[in-house]
């Protein structure tokens, strides 16, 4: 099945420096990789996402890079806030898996101001 | 997007009692619904997949006699926790596929709802 490992566990950054979030993959069939913000006693939401045809994505402050052949994906923060302050999933997907999402471990992200 | 609510928010229970966790979407109609655990500073975990009007599919190692799961309408899907001990206190977290939507494989989270068992 599908295993998703995140790096860094924590991160701790000055306010408008960028933060940058690593995840690697190991199912090559894998199409589907969104990445989630949760704060605390909260559920995930969606930030962004990207598929399997795409390498790249961006959505104002926030981008997504997908390189297939490494099976890695990354997150990029950038001119970071305090509110951007939270704990960052990355998780993957497979269709003929039911859908079922495979997340990684969580990035605390601190952003110090 | 899409909402997903779940009920309660918290709660805190005796241990040997039932709990009954709510998970609805809103605005869609949700085919497919997931249960997740997560406890302190970890991930999620999957506990089930619920499809509505069939019976669940749970992942290895979690109790089907334990976490009831009913998803008896498009937009409402249950959890039980039946005969609570506070090894199963935890943060539950629910998600609702939206077949509609433009994106097959996004799923909508719910707030969550913290169980405590006494």
């Known amino acids: 099945g599908e295993n998703v490992e995140q790096h860094p566990s924590t991160l701790s950054v000055q306010e408008g420096d960028s933060a940058v979030i690593k995840c690697t993959y190991s199912d090559s069939a894998s199409n589907y990789f969104p990445w989630y913000k949760q704060e605390l006693g909260k559920g995930p939401q969606l930030i962004i996402d990207i598929r399997s045809n795409v390498g790249e994505k961006k959505d104002q402050r926030i981008a997504v890079t997908l390189n297939k052949t490494a099976k890695h994906f990354s997150l990029h923060i950038t001119e970071t806030q305090p509110e951007d302050s939270a704990v960052y999933f990355c998780a993957a997907i497979k269709r003929e898996y039911g859908n079922k999402l495979v997340f990684g471990a969580g990035t605390i992200l601190r952003v110090k101001s | 997007g899409a909402v997903v609510s779940q009920h309660p928010s918290r709660v805190i229970c005796k241990s040997g009692t039932s709990v009954k966790i709510e998970c609805r979407s809103l605005d869609f109609q949700a085919t497919t619904m997931f249960w997740y655990r997560q406890f302190p500073k970890q991930s999620l975990m999957l506990m089930a997949t619920?499809?509505?009007?069939?019976?669940?599919?749970?992942e290895q190692g979690v109790e089907k006699d334990k976490f009831l799961i009913n998803h008896a309408s498009l937009t409402l899907s249950t959890l039980t926790v039946t005969s609570a001990h506070p090894e199963d206190s935890s943060f539950y977290i629910c998600?609702?596929?939206?077949?509609?939507?433009?994106?097959?494989?996004?799923?909508?989270f719910g707030p969550g709802t913290r169980l405590t068992v006494l």
């Open positions: 998600s609702a596929r939206d077949p509609s939507g433009s994106s097959y494989n996004e799923q909508f």
């Open positions: 619920s499809n509505e009007g069939s019976k669940a599919t749970y």
